[in-house]
Structure formats: structure tokens, C-alpha cells
């Protein structure tokens, strides 16, 4: 992905930026070769469009609606069913039956600690969700699709209890199976584990987007996924963000910060990580939420720039053996 890529991402509208990412981040794109080239400048600029002006009533005047009064019947939404667990942190989005993020905190300690073993655990549906708007496990049943950890179980061996709370379906979204929750989704987490051994504090948010596509034939852009359940129930993304706050253990001081976007699809070993990476904000602009707002620019660094951000190939076996997967010692995370 060049660097023109990643600036036209950053600077479109909130629809045509997530258009654009579905153009340089499809599943059916090939990587690009160039890393640099240059940025024109727009010789012109849109007209912005004035804001409207409103008369206001005068105090004597009384206003004979009451638009507010709806709420003596409840609030409509949307509700943003925020959900802790020892494990995770997440909202989730009622409409589609999946998180809109889920945050979670390793560090060196936190990996080192194994006290708990997947194979006590279970899917269980998030009994906290509302039945009407809960993914089910019949949603799943013969869909085709993994059950896919936003936070890996293998981040919370530290304790049965936290392990398990992995494994709540409001952690879970519809991922392609082979070629990518059990193949590069698999490897991307084993990558962000053996940042632990670079950073004594690493925070990652994961979640689902949707993305617009282009028409080929027509031209336009459209937004189009599968669901799946009978009834239809759950939503199919048509990708995944991680965004990771890589710490240096410092109070205030630097973090190193990646954003990543990767199509539910078949993803070959390999490709480059480094395709996918992409401005923060061009995720922002694509999910609607805003991720380090907080963070003053002078504390940022652009996790690429410090170490390397690469894939070890593991094989699924091996993985299911040690999931926390061997820990090199180097700056290059090789």
C-alpha cells in the first residue's frame, strides 16, 4: 500500500474513506510494489455549504410541540451495551448482533501466567444482550464461518474465569475459517503477543467493519454482507480492524500506535502485515468511533517505525500446543 494510498484514506469523508479502504484493502487486491510516491495538491475546492439559519421563538410565543415528550416512553437508542469482563472490555452493536469493539490489556507478566486450559471452556451466548438483539449459537450452526475471537483466548490464560469470558458470543464475529481466523487472523495475534517482549504494556481494540464495494457495472458504491441465522440474525463483516497502544511503561510517555484492516477472506502467509496497515483515522472514519483522541501527537509513534511488523507462520497444530507461541528477544519481533 503506497503512501498516496494511506494519505487519500486519511484525508476523504467519512463514506468515501470507507469506500477507499474497500479499493486499496480488498480481498482480491494485489500488494502494491510502490512505497512512495508523490501527493498532489487539489487545485480547487468544493464550496462548503452555509449552515442554515433557524428563527427563534420570542419568550412570549409558545411552542406548541413537545418532541421530547417520547422519552416517557422510553429512549429508542442506540444503546451501546458497554460489557467489562476480566478478560475484555467491549460495546456492542445491537443492529448487527456483533461488538463494535472489544479492548484488552497484555503485558509480559499477564502472558507468562498459565492457569487456565481452553478445553474447560465453552461458546455461551452473552446473557447481558438483550434475548432480542443476542447472537445465538444456532446463528452459527452450519453457517460456514468460525465462531471468531475480537480477543483471543490465548491473551487470558492467566485465569479459568477470564479464559471463559473470551468465549461469550458478544466476543465473537462470523470470520472466514481456514485461510484466515486458523491461519493469518491466527498469526496477526501471536504478533501482537510477542510485542509484549519489545513493550511492558501493550492495549489492543478490535471490532468489525463494513465496507462499501464498487459496482462494476453501474459504478456506484454499495454496502453489502451476508447474515447469517434462521432467521437471519447476525452480521457478516466484511473486514476487521486492530488498532494496538503499544506502552513504554512510562507515565506520559510514548506509544507506539498501528491500525490495521484486513478482509474476511482467505489471506495467503505471505503477504506482507504491512499491506494492511493503515492511519488511525482512516479506521475512525470508517467504524465512527475514535480510538486516541486523548493521546497528544508529541506521545505518538508510529509502531512500524520502531520495530518490525511481520507474521511468524505457525501451523495450527503447533499453535494448539503452545498458544502463546514462542517469544523472541530482538527489536525486529523475528
Known amino acids: 500500500m503506497s503512501k498516496t494510498t494511506l494519505a487519500i484514506v486519511a484525508g476523504l469523508s467519512a463514506a468515501a474513506g470507507a469506500a477507499a479502504a474497500t479499493i486499496f484493502m480488498g480481498a482480491d487486491r494485489k500488494p ?11 487545485t480547487k475546492t468544493s464550496p462548503v455549504a452555509s449552515t442554515p439559519a433557524f428563527s427563534r421563538l420570542s419568550p412570549k410565543e409558545l411552542v406548541p410541540v413537545d418532541p421530547s ?11 451501546s451495551d458497554l460489557n ?23 503485558t509480559p507478566a499477564s502472558l507468562s ?37 475480537q480477543v483471543p ?3 487470558a490464560k492467566w485465569s479459568q474465569d477470564a479464559l471463559n469470558q473470551t468465549f461469550l458470543l458478544s466476543n ?10 486458523r491461519d493469518y487472523w491466527a498469526h496477526f495475534e501471536d504478533f501482537c503477543r510477542r510485542l509484549t517482549n519489545n513493550y511492558p504494556s501493550v492495549r489492543i481494540v478490535t471490532g468489525p467493519l463494513y465496507l462499501p464495494r464498487k459496482d462494476f457495472e453501474d459504478g456506484k458504491w454499495r454496502v453489502s454482507y451476508e447474515v447469517i441465522g434462521s432467521p437471519p440474525n447476525v452480521a457478516v463483516p466484511t473486514h476487521f480492524y486492530k488498532i494496538i497502544f503499544a506502552e513504554d511503561g512510562v507515565t506520559g510517555g510514548n506509544v507506539s500506535l498501528g491500525a490495521f484492516v484486513l478482509p474476511n477472506a482467505k489471506i495467503t502467509n505471505d503477504k506482507p502485515l504491512t499491506d494492511f496497515e493503515v492511519p ?8 465512527g468511533l475514535e480510538f486516541a483522541s486523548k493521546l497528544p501527537i508529541h506521545r505518538r509513534k508510529r509502531l512500524c517505525e520502531e520495530i ?21 528477544r530482538r527489536k525486529s519481533l523475528e
Open 172 to 181: 465473537m464475529c462470523p470470520q472466514v475459517g481456514d485461510g484466515f481466523n
Open 308 to 328: 518490525h511488523c511481520s507474521i511468524l507462520v505457525r501451523e495450527y497444530a503447533e499453535r494448539q500446543k503452545n498458544l502463546l507461541g514462542d517469544s523472541p
Open 69 to 79: 415528550g417520547l422519552m416517557q416512553y422510553g429512549f429508542p437508542g442506540p444503546v
Open 153 to 155: 483466548a490465548a491473551d
Open 32 to 42: 502494491s510494489t510502490s512505497t512512495t510516491s508523490p501527493i498532489t495538491t487539489p
Open 84 to 106: 467489562p469482563t476480566l478478560s475484555t472490555t467491549s460495546a456492542y452493536d445491537r443492529r448487527t448482533r456483533n461488538p463494535s469493539w472489544v479492548a484488552e490489556h497484555i
Open 113 to 149: 501466567i498459565n492457569n487456565a486450559d481452553r478445553k474447560h471452556s465453552v461458546f455461551v451466548e452473552d446473557e447481558s444482550i438483550p434475548s432480542k438483539f443476542r447472537a445465538k449459537l444456532s446463528d452459527y450452526f452450519r453457517s460456514g464461518y468460525d465462531r471468531g475471537h
Open 280 to 287: 488511525i483515522e482512516a479506521v475512525e472514519r470508517a467504524s
